[in-house]
Nanobody
Framework: QVQLVESGGGLVQAGGSLKLSCAGSGIIFSIKTMAWYRQAPGKQRELFARISSGGSTSYLDSVKGRFTISRDNAKNTMYLQMNSLKSEDTAVYYC???????WGNGTLVTVSS
């Protein structure tokens, strides 16, 4: 059974940093294109950062230069380093493969201005 567990969210002031983690079981991250998604209040869930099985990364312009996606294949864990956070980054953050399958609970990030 595949399970993804996100952690590391919280309340942070604008300009601050957070690091999210995604632990997977029943899935081998290293052979998948994995991604971080987020859903802001009243908005649709969006994919904003992805990492291929080969380690290539891509980002939406809204987070490029501020967020960094990475993966530790030995730990089957994915990370998201978020710097220079803005109020518009407030959302529930999810990890999943591309395309996504069943969702975990996500982790809430709240950025206060």
């Amino acid at each position: 059974q595949v399970q993804l567990v996100e952690s590391g969210g919280g309340l942070v002031q604008a300009g601050g940093s957070l690091k999210l983690s995604c632990a997977g079981s029943g899935i081998i991250f290293s052979i998948k294109t994995m991604a971080w998604y987020r859903q802001a209040p009243g908005k649709q869930r969006e994919l904003f950062a992805r990492i291929s099985s080969g380690g290539s990364t891509s980002y939406l312009d809204s987070v490029k230069g501020r967020f960094t996606i990475s993966r530790d294949n030995a730990k089957n864990t994915m990370y998201l380093q978020m710097n220079s956070l803005k109020s518009e980054d407030t959302a529930v953050y999810y990890c999943n493969q591309v395309p996504p399958f069943s969702w975990g609970n996500g982790t809430l990030v709240t950025v206060s201005s």
